[in-house]
């Protein structure tokens, strides 16, 4: 005869309580990162909009670099997304698979973006090349920084799942990942619209 497991509706409350809580917090803290980027995007759109020529003559932004980028970052959130699915329907060994596989493309888009700098440097967009290098390594470094944030979020969470850890109870920590993540991704496609196609 089977047991039957009654769950404590308080400890059912609590948990949603926490969740709610938590899901609260993080939209918060995606506003405030929202309100940076954007107050940060509008600069760039005037002294995009005041300069004679965007780039200036004998400079080019690449493209090609940027666009696999943005292919990578695209990918790494469908990943990501795949991994929470998983891992709210129990299949534990294959949300570990495409948390790896996030995690792999988020370390491809910093060494990538790292490409890109030199790419940058070599073409002569530097730092004192002008506002064109100013605002171009401000807003793509401030944008690699938030990702090496989400990858350590990743790699706490994959050494979890590696030590043998409960993956399962850390579903809120990687839902809340997945929307910071999602936004990271989101500020790319942006960035790279505004800043290399335009």
């Excluded at 918060?28 to 995007?41: N, P, R, Y």
Aim: aromatic letters at 12%; a positive charge; proline letters at 3%.
């Amino acid at each position: 005869m089977s047991k039957v497991v009654q769950l404590d509706p308080r400890a059912i409350a609590r948990a949603r309580v926490q969740e709610t809580t938590g899901a609260i917090g993080m939209m918060m803290a995606l506003a405030a990162w929202g309100m940076m980027f954007a107050a940060l995007f509008f600069v760039y759109l005037g002294l995009r909009a005041q300069a004679k020529s965007w780039p200036p003559p004998g400079l080019s932004l690449p493209l090609a670099l940027p666009l696999v980028n943005t292919v990578v970052m695209v990918a790494s959130s469908l990943t990501l997304k795949r991994a929470l699915e998983r891992l709210r329907s129990g299949e534990r060994v294959w949300a570990v698979r495409w948390m790896t596989g996030t995690f792999a493309l988020g370390i491809a888009f910093v060494g990538l973006q790292c490409l890109l700098w030199i790419q940058l440097w070599s073409e002569g967009i530097r730092l004192n090349t002008g506002i064109v290098g100013a605002v171009t390594y401000a807003l793509t470094t401030l944008h690699a920084f938030h990702v090496v944030g989400g990858i350590a979020v990743l790699g706490y969470l994959l050494a979890v799942a590696m030590r043998g850890g409960q993956l399962h109870r850390r579903t809120s920590t990687l839902r809340y990942c997945g929307m910071y993540w999602h936004f990271v991704d989101a500020v790319w496609l942006l960035m790279f619209v505004g800043m290399f196609l335009l």
